[in-house]
């Protein structure tokens, strides 16, 4: 299990202090996928790496497995980091290695024979469908391939724990999607804990158990990844499960409210049952539903009619009815 408490990092320059991250308290249990996701510049990056202390933090405690990490000696760290793996956003392989050669890396940095880490290699390569382009350079490979380069080499001494710091965030989308599919799978069937880094919620509601908001250094939020989908209390989390609505959610005269679907309601005929009933036409300015924790949670943004009466009529209809709502602001 992993512990943040209390965390806080910042840079000083001769006449500036930048806070990076600011008493940050989470817990990352054993064998889940959880998920920190905030803007460019929330501090995302700087969290991920004072985990495994790539980042010194300023204040604050990185307790891992019962042990606050930021008190033990420089050898005891160095053993500790092999429980950890970490894969990036630019894959960071050696180009002058191949693809075997740069899995097996870790493993002789930690002083294993060379025909140990050679077949170690090959089993990760062929779990991650490579082993054919074991002698491939890295300049022969997709940035798909090459993700998945990266993160075998970071399970090459079977750690505890996998960082993903933006990991998908310089592939397209079906690509993303096989990556993400991996991650899970090896969640499954190796029970690694991983962290997600992430600027992006389809990558959060794809894979992760739980998620962390993080908004100008702090957590804003955080909870289930459904929870937070179908009900989410800061702007942030509003602004980063609507990304780039915002120009449709102009209102031109009457109240905007956000209603939400559970997925044991989210694929019935609702709206239309409450416009049939009602007689009343409402304005729909954004829907979406995704599957998260394997059911469907629906969302929409509608606009209530600028008459005020007809308004609270649909309001008084949601009231009485399986869908959950609040007004937008």
């Known amino acids: ?35 920190i996701i905030g803007l460019s510049g929330a501090g995302k990056s700087t969290l991920v790496r004072c985990i495994n202390l790539l980042e010194i933090p300023t204040l604050g405690q990185v307790i891992i ?57 090959m089993e990760l390569l062929k779990l991650i469908g490579l082993e054919d382009r074991a002698s491939s350079y890295p300049s022969q490979l997709s940035g798909g391939q090459k993700q998945r380069v990266a993160i075998a080499r970071a399970l090459a001494t079977n750690p505890k724990y996998l960082l993903c710091d933006e990991a998908t965030s310089a592939l397209d989308p079906n690509t993303t999607r096989s990556i993400l599919d991996l991650l899970k799978q090896i969640n499954d069937t190796m029970g690694v804990t991983i962290i997600v880094i992430t600027h992006e919620m389809r990558v959060i509601d794809q894979i992760c158990d739980r998620v962390a908001v993080l908004d100008q250094s702090r957590i804003a939020e955080e909870g289930k990844v459904s929870e937070v989908f179908i009900n989410p209390k800061s702007k942030i989390a509003k602004e980063l499960i609507f990304p780039d609505k915002k120009a449709n959610f102009e209102i031109h005269g009457g109240r905007r409210i956000r209603l939400t679907f559970h997925p044991d309601y989210s694929m019935e005929p609702l709206i239309s049952e409450m416009i049939l009933e009602c007689q009343i036409p409402i304005s729909i300015l954004f829907a979406d539903i995704k599957e998260i924790d394997g059911g469907s949670y629906g969302q929409m943004i509608v606009e209530l009619p600028s008459e005020n009466k007809d308004a609270e009529k649909i309001i008084t209809w949601l009231t009485n009815s399986v869908i959950e709502w609040q007004e937008e602001v």
């Open 1 to 35: 299990m992993i512990e943040l408490k209390n965390l806080g990092k910042k840079y000083k320059s001769k006449n500036l202090e930048i806070v990076a991250i600011e008493d940050v308290n989470l817990t990352i249990k054993d064998g889940e996928i959880y998920g």
């Open 65 to 121: 497995d019962g042990e606050d990490i930021t008190k033990i000696s420089r050898k005891k760290l160095l053993e500790l980091r092999r429980s950890i793996g970490m894969i990036f956003q630019g894959f960071n392989l050696l180009e002058q290695r191949t693809v075997i050669r740069n899995v097996m890396f870790p493993l002789e940095i930690a002083g294993e024979k060379l025909d140990k880490a050679k077949t170690r290699a």
